[in-house]
Structures are given as structure tokens and as C-alpha cells.
């Protein structure tokens, strides 16, 4: 078992000193994530000792199959879609424009966010029957967009939508105003804030269609891979496989991959939106056919069983892991790597822990 430390990243879309709470250090900059596992892009660094958890699993190939965040947003993520795994090795093998990976790994990447803060999302799409009256408000320059839509193309209408030309682009988000003053108070107040962090973008044609949701602290959003979604602002918790496969579609000054991002859509992958009681001790967010299962333990107890890998991540106040004859305490912001060859664990978070586990194998 190993004993770790986040590694930081400084994303624009951050917080300024966003994680400090977590990582002691204020970088008067934009605080976006803090990485707990061993993917290459950000290895988490071991406590006590030099080097992090990729050198100390070298043995395994330096793999450990979770990837969890703490993650700090505000102003919004890019609208993206992460591929599914056989599409994953594909791109990974591909090359792009510039000589390089399409991707960063060659693994699919499903994941979950839990909110330890109200957080504001973009996740699917609408019905037809929302979506069409939306894209109908904006005029001419939506019309091939609405019509595909229509017809039950989403891929389709985002694909009319990104591209516009920039005159059309122009008209569309000219009515914007009037499309955006059907949607319910919350809907539309996303779309305020969208908007103003990315004007001009062709990607908030795409938000306007998608399913806005605010999480409350302890909600979650299971995203599997094909999921076309975006993050907007708050504090939260994100759980994945082990992998930084992005594909985007808008709402970024980063490459937008238009024909890699839909080819990667899957309208079949539905996400799901966990409500949970913000007080309940012990709450297990279960998804059949996960590749992971999470657990948010406050003030209480609960067991990590052999056989899975697991990661047992500190938020607030002291969280002690036991195993065997050997005690852990972590403080926020450390976290425990557990192989799945090693003894079962105990967790007992006098504040608020999480625990991660792989899924059935």
C-alpha cells in the first residue's frame, strides 16, 4: 500500500488557489485538478519518500486502473466526449495532423463526478421535443440543424451547428436571447455563464441543445464513455478508469476534433444523475456494468474488500485506513493506494472521505 500526494494542474478554467485547502501551496493562479493514481500525464507523488506512484508500481508497468480527482472549475470545460476502448486503440494508433496521437493513451475513459459543492452540468442531450423549439428560435442559420434534429440525428445537428459559417454563426447567436428565454430559470442561467466565459464560440449552439443539471452536494453524475458533456463550474469529487482521452467540441481555445468527437458519440451511453441525501453517513454510488464503484464515507466507517484495487481519498478532517496490524491516517488531500493483491482495508473518515474501488472484472 502506498501513501500519496496530488499532482496539481493548473488549468485556465481553474479556481485561483482552488485546491490550496488540499495541497498547502497557493500559486496566486488557476487551481483545476488535483490527480490521485498513476496515469503518465500526472503521477501522484509518494509520501515520505522520493518519486511517485508509477515508479513504485514499475513492477506492473507502472498501472494502477484509477484515475481520482479532486477538481475545482470556474468558468466552464470544454464540451467533450471520451471514446469507447476499441475506438480508443484506434485513435491512439492514428495520427493527427501535427504527427502526434489523436490521444493521450490508448484506454477508454468512463467516469463519475460527485459534487462537494452545489455544480452546475451539461450531460446529454435533449428530447427532440425540447431541442427542436430551441434550435427553431435561432433563425435560418439553425434550420438544417433543427431538421436533423428532428429526425432523431443529434450527431447530425451538432455537426450543422459547428459548421456554420461565421456569418450564420454570427445570426444564430444573435437570437440566442430568444431561444434561451424558454428554458426553465437554472437552464437558462448555465447558458448566461457559458456564453460570457466563451462569446462568439460555435459550441454554445451545441450547449443549447444538451441536458442542463445542478448538483447538490453529494449528487452525482455517472458519465459513461460516448457521453457527450461539459462541466460548468463548482467543487467536486471525479472518479474515472484510468485514462485523459479527450475529444472536443467546443467551449475551449484548445483543438476542436469535430469528426474524432461524433465519431466517438454514442447515443446508446446514458448518463445517470445519483440524488443523495447530503447527510447519510455511508452512501455507495453503484452503476451495473461500472468499471468502478465509489463511496462517500462521513463520520463513519466502511470496508474495502481484497481483490479490487482501491484508492481512499481524505477530503475533510482526519481519515484513518487499517489493515492488518497497520494504521494510515490521511490527511485531506492524501490519499491510500491499495492493490487488488493486498489485504482488505478499513476506513473510518472522522470527516469526509471517499473510496474508490475497481469494478467487477
Wanted: proline share 7%.
Amino acid at each position: 500500500m502506498y501513501v500519496v500526494d496530488g499532482a496539481l494542474k493548473e488549468y485556465a478554467w481553474g479556481r485561483h488557489d482552488g485546491l490550496a485547502r488540499w495541497t498547502g501551496r497557493h500559486t496566486a493562479g488557476p487551481q483545476a485538478e488535483l490527480w490521485f493514481g498513476a496515469h503518465p500525464s500526472g503521477p501522484s507523488w509518494l509520501r515520505g519518500r522520493p518519486g511517485h506512484l508509477a515508479d513504485a508500481l514499475s513492477g506492473d508497468g507502472g498501472q494502477f486502473p484509477l484515475l481520482v480527482k479532486l477538481l475545482a472549475a470556474a468558468r466552464p470545460l470544454s464540451i467533450q466526449v471520451h471514446p469507447e476502448e476499441s475506438l480508443a486503440r484506434r485513435m491512439f494508433e492514428a495520427r493527427g495532423s501535427a504527427g502526434a496521437p489523436l490521444l493521450a493513451d490508448p484506454d477508454e475513459k468512463t467516469e463519475m463526478l460527485v459534487a462537494l459543492e452545489r455544480f452546475s452540468v451539461l450531460v446529454g442531450f435533449r428530447d427532440p421535443e425540447e431541442a427542436v423549439p430551441l434550435l427553431r428560435a435561432l433563425g435560418r442559420p439553425a434550420a438544417a440543424a433543427a431538421e436533423a434534429y428532428a429526425a432523431g440525428d443529434v450527431a447530425g445537428a451538432v455537426a450543422a451547428l459547428l459548421r456554420t459559417t461565421d456569418r450564420d454563426r454570427d445570426e444564430a447567436l444573435g437570437a440566442l436571447a430568444s431561444a434561451v428565454a424558454r428554458l426553465s430559470e437554472g437552464d437558462a442561467a448555465a447558458m448566461d455563464v457559458v456564453e460570457a466565459a466563451f462569446p462568439g464560440d460555435r459550441g454554445i449552439l451545441v450547449a443549447l441543445c444538451m441536458r442542463h443539471h445542478e448538483l447538490h452536494p453529494g449528487d452525482a453524475v455517472y458519465v459513461p464513455a460516448g457521453t457527450v458533456h461539459a462541466y460548468v463550474h463548482g467543487l467536486a469529487v471525479e472518479v474515472m478508469t484510468s485514462s485523459d482521452n479527450v475529444l472536443r467540441l467546443g467551449l475551449t481555445p484548445k483543438v476542436v476534433a469535430v469528426d474524432e468527437a461524433l465519431a466517438a458519440f454514442d447515443p446508446a451511453a446514458v448518463p445517470q444523475l445519483l440524488r443523495v441525501d447530503a447527510d447519510e453517513p455511508v452512501h455507495a454510488y453503484r452503476w451495473p456494468g461500472a468499471p468502478f464503484h465509489v463511496t462517500r464515507v462521513r463520520g463513519a466507517s466502511t470496508v474495502g474488500d481484497p481483490g479490487r484495487a482501491r484508492l481512499v481519498l481524505g477530503v475533510d478532517g482526519r481519515t484513518v485506513v487499517t489493515t492488518g496490524g497497520a494504521t494510515h491516517d490521511l490527511a485531506p488531500g492524501s490519499a491510500l493506494v491499495a492493490l487488488a493483491d493486498e489485504p482488505g482495508i478499513t476506513v473510518q473518515a472522522l470527516g469526509t472521505a471517499f473510496v474508490a474501488e475497481e469494478g467487477d472484472r
